[in-house]
């Protein structure tokens, strides 16, 4: 029995040890990408403002910082997700099409699809927020009661779908690269999940024949 104890005791101090070192990861590489974005949305404000005289070269630099700006953001919301921050989530991905906004076209595919990427996860994330709970996106405060979380969900859904539909032209047409191609299939799924969110929290919300 003693045998036994000792090596539960064993198995429960290496179980924890490998909690810690898997969190010391998360906060490690939110580290990292919290840090690469601070760089890069320095370097696009500086490239947009620096005026000098190859203008072509700060334009390209700017998008190119605007770009991995966006990267590091839709990363950092996808870290938010799987700590179930959803309200900061929001904000990262909000911050990734905001980038993306700023930056202009043209995208390429692995571009549309990580804007593809941060409008569901957004989505998804306005559905899995508590209800009691406050969304920052951007400037506003969104209360995240069923009624406004819904109508965001929606709209960015509507948005990533218009964007997915594309991508998936070009999927039939056979111009996308493979690693597109797996992107467009995994978008898809996500997508599908994030309206089968919406429509399952739509059977749960009130109407106003629920309520004469």
């Given at each position: ?10 198995s429960a101090a290496a179980a924890a ?196």
């Open positions: 029995e003693e045998a036994e104890a000792a090596e539960d005791d064993a040890e490998d909690d810690d070192e898997e969190e010391d990861d998360l906060v490690l590489a939110w580290k990292m990408l919290d840090q690469a974005r601070c760089i890069y949305a320095k370097h696009s404000e500086d490239g947009a403002s620096d005026g000098g005289s190859d203008g072509a070269s700060d334009g390209a630099s700017r998008r190119k910082a605007l770009s991995e700006w966006a990267r590091c953001c839709v990363q950092l919301g996808d870290l938010n997700v799987d700590q179930e921050f959803w309200g900061d989530a929001i904000v990262e991905y909000d911050a990734c099409v905001d980038a993306y906004e700023r930056r202009g076209g043209p995208f390429d595919a692995k571009e549309t699809s990580r804007v593809i990427a941060a409008l569901v996860g957004a989505a998804t994330a306005y559905l899995r927020h508590p209800e009691d709970g406050d969304v920052v996106a951007g400037k506003d405060i969104v209360v995240a009661t069923p009624d406004k979380r819904l109508p965001n969900a929606r709209d960015l859904l509507t948005a990533a779908q218009t964007k997915l539909n594309a991508l998936l032209l070009q999927l039939k047409d056979e111009t996308l690269a493979d690693d597109a191609k797996a992107d467009v299939c995994h978008l898809t799924v996500e997508l599908q999940a994030a309206l089968d969110l919406v429509a399952a929290q739509d059977e749960q919300t009130p109407t106003a024949k629920d309520h004469p």
